[in-house]
């Protein structure tokens, strides 16, 4: 996409589940996919250098097999 590319020197200052998914496992992932997101995804240019908050929803469907 136009004006955006990954920024890989961002930080994370706090990562936290805001609504737990009723299994610890569950919410451990969540965690980790978002750990193994950071400085892959793209950074608008106007907030890099920027302090700013994201909430970014996961959703896991376990199916009965």
């Given amino acids: 996409p136009g004006g955006w590319s990954p920024v890989r020197s961002a930080w994370i200052s ?5 609504k737990a998914a ?9 965690l980790r996919i978002i750990r193994a997101a950071h400085g892959k ?7 890099r ?12 469907n376990l199916l009965n097999r």
């Fill in 14 to 18: 706090a990562l936290t589940v805001r």
């Fill in 41 to 47: 995804v793209p950074v608008p240019a106007a907030l």
């Fill in 49 to 60: 250098g920027k302090s700013f908050s994201i909430e970014v929803p996961v959703r896991f």
């Fill in 22 to 30: 009723g299994h610890a496992v569950l919410d451990q992932e969540a």
